[in-house]
């Protein structure tokens, strides 16, 4: 029993080690994966390493070819907009329940998340922190709406759209990403459900803006 539990748990952790190391291009689309190197990179045997890729290939981020082994997945843009479209019509509803909802105790937690991400914006302390806390409030706001299952469903659909945004964040994109967070939260804390919705659009308009600009620039990661 303890074997299996530390099994697991080395399993959970090159789980999600190897996903961000795809998510972040760490391993690039098309990469081969060797179970060995990342073995010896772990210090874990390689059992646990095959088990979090069997997993990666049920979420869509490796190809496990028999007799040639395990590769990073292209990125498929059929995938990558019909992952936006989906985390779009869900948040857009999310941010109308989470305005007619909101307590002042939720409202305080949601500019203490966007105080935090001022502050590393400030520090130039890196784009994947603000990331994070972009993650944190979108979860936040699933909560405040009564729905924090949600976060469930979309945060497996927000993995393929963070391996797309990777490729152009850029520091210019964060005085952007918070002006952006300050309007959904002044939206939701007032209790204006429309001007939530309004925001929250403009927020994820970005992405949608960009996935052609992603195809001319990086069309030998795509399929």
Known sequence: MMNRSRGRSSSDRAYIEIRDKIITTALKPGERI???ALSE???ISRTPIREALMRLRYDGFVDILAQRGTYVTPIHLDVVRAAHYSRSV????????AALR?????ARALWENLEQQQLIADQGSGLYRIEGLDETLHQQLAGIAGQ???W??????????NRV???FLSSTRVPEIIREHDAI????TRHDAEAAQAAMQTHLEYMENNIERLADSYSEYLS
């Open 34 to 36: 060797s179970e060995k």
């Open 41 to 43: 990179e772990f210090g």
């Open 90 to 97: 869900l948040e857009c509803a999310l941010v109308r329940d």
């Open 102 to 106: 909101c307590s002042e105790r939720e």
């Open 148 to 150: 924090p299952s949600l």
């Open 152 to 161: 469930q469903v979309i945060y497996p659909v927000q993995l393929h759209i």
């Open 165 to 167: 945004r990777t490729l």
């Open 185 to 188: 939260i002044r939206a939701v």
